[in-house]
């Protein structure tokens, strides 16, 4: 009995593992969560031998938690940036487009997307995370354009509101201190580095005459390109 419990101990270990790296998907912990509790009934009640059912119902879901798990990796993977956890280029372009589609929908309604370029590549994540914990709070969808650049978009939110937001945020990143490191990709004692980085904002309304996605970021970009040539470290809005 005790080699029977050892062995169902050792299914439960490992779906909690899977229920570890798959906890973004509340549906899947429900789940998940409903297994354990079935199992650790048996585990922990009264002596009681186990069936070859219970067995085998425990190897099944064990197969079928972790195609789940490779499943959801994989999407993972397709939408979401490695280095900074945001969403990739073609994720926030997709973004983007939904976005203009939608306010085709709703012509009244208006989005900004502040354009954002960093000085210096060794900070990427960091400033990634930076973005990401303000997402949750003030704009709706952050994304890596590409190399040292990222899109915002912010839904509901004109220029001026827009502006507000990302000064806060470019001088929470002014301040940072942020880690300095060896080529080796050590970090490096009382060793910092001041990171700066410009914005672009654009604003899609009824007044725009904005027709696609890629206009609407041309636009930021060009916004962000006035704020590089006239000085670094600032943001302006395309008009």
Known sequence: MRWQRSWTNEYLISIFRVWAVISWDMSICRTVLAVLIYLGGDFCGKESSIKDYEVSGVQIMYNFLSAILLKTRFEHQAKVDNLTGLFNSAKIKEKVSIQVKRFERKPNSVACIPHGHIQGDLVLKNVGQILSDSMRSVFDVAGRYGGEEFLLIFDGTDEKQAFKIVERLRKTIEITRFSRTDKAETIL?????????SFGI????????????????ARADTALYQSKNNGRNQTRIFY
């Not at 004692?189 to 980085?197: E, F, T």
């Not at 654009?202 to 970021?217: G, H, P, Y």
């Open 189 to 197: 004692k009382s060793k910092y580095l001041d990171i700066a980085m």
């Open 202 to 217: 654009a604003m899609l309304d009824k007044n725009s005459q904005i027709e696609n996605a890629t206009d609407w970021i």
